[in-house]
């Protein structure tokens, strides 16, 4: 779609992430300790735990951090981290789904709502937008890798469902049951991913005005901004003139 930036929208901005490097590492880290926790501590063993390894050295984070963060998982050490779901519809009836990891539920589940209420929007109950969007894998590379076509084909013939690129990057769209396979595909032709995981692919995006979008991103900015919080999805449509505005 001309004008609109589907890396931006659905990812949100990688700038205003990328300020928040230390943040980063302390979310790529909880995940990877999940992942060692759920499986075995190596990574060729464990393709939870590779993937997470992987979006980790994509992010230049330091070899010591993340075994650190794999060691980790066979301490005792108290912390048990679960996965959280969230469902509500920010501002303009957006719906929105925040998935975190966390060691105190009654903590995130405040914070979550808070800053729903606080920016124009509501909590809903588990399944009230979910069913608007698929689950999917969404394997994430820079657009440094090639260009539309060669993405195109490494994805094609890895058994990847679609391909959106922009000149931010390349979006890859798995089957939920097919990303590891197909990530470790892509990987041995284009290199390692900047990111993979399951996501939430909206069916059908709302195109957002200017008013709503500046709430709708201080909203995001919040969620993303909780400790808890490892990503944010929605349905929303943003233009890159609205974006540029909002800076």
């Known amino acids: 779609m ?9 990812m ?13 590492f ?13 499986g075995m501590p190596d990574p060729d063993m464990n393709p939870r735990l590779r993937l997470a390894v992987n979006a980790a050295k994509a992010q230049s984070m330091p070899k010591d951090n993340i075994q650190r963060a794999i060691d980790k998982a066979s301490k005792n050490d108290g912390e048990n981290y679960e996965e ?39 909590l809903g109950a588990s399944g009230a937008v979910s069913h608007g969007f698929d689950r999917m894998g969404l394997i994430e590379y820079p657009a440094s890798v090639g260009d539309e076509e060669k993405v195109l084909e490494a994805a094609i013939e890895a058994g990847a469902e679609d391909v959106e690129s922009s000149e931010d990057g390349h979006m890859i769209w798995t ?28 069916q059908t995006s709302v195109e957002v005005d200017e ?10 900015d919040t969620l993303e901004d909780d400790d808890d919080v490892q990503t944010v999805w929605g349905n929303y449509d943003i233009s890159d003139a609205v974006m540029e505005k909002l800076g």
Not at 2 to 10: M, P, R, T
Not at 85 to 109: Q, S
Not at 177 to 202: I, Q, R, T
């Open 12 to 24: 949100h901005r990688k700038g205003a992430q990328d300020k928040k490097r230390s943040a980063m």
């Open 84 to 122: 959280v779901r969230y469902e509500g519809y920010g501002p303009g009836g957006i719906a929105i789904i925040v998935e975190a990891l966390t060691d105190n539920r009654n903590r995130t589940a405040t914070n979550v709502r808070t800053a729903f209420s606080k920016n124009g929007g509501n």
């Open 2 to 10: 001309a004008g609109h930036s589907k890396f931006k929208n659905i």
């Open 175 to 202: 089957a939920m049951d097919g990303l590891h396979e197909v990530a470790k595909a892509l990987e041995a032709d284009l290199g390692p991913a900047e990111g993979a995981k399951l996501a939430w692919k909206p």
């Open 211 to 220: 008013g709503t979008a500046g709430t709708l991103m201080k909203l995001i």
């Open 26 to 38: 302390s979310k790529l880290s909880r995940e990877i300790t999940v992942a060692a926790k759920m």
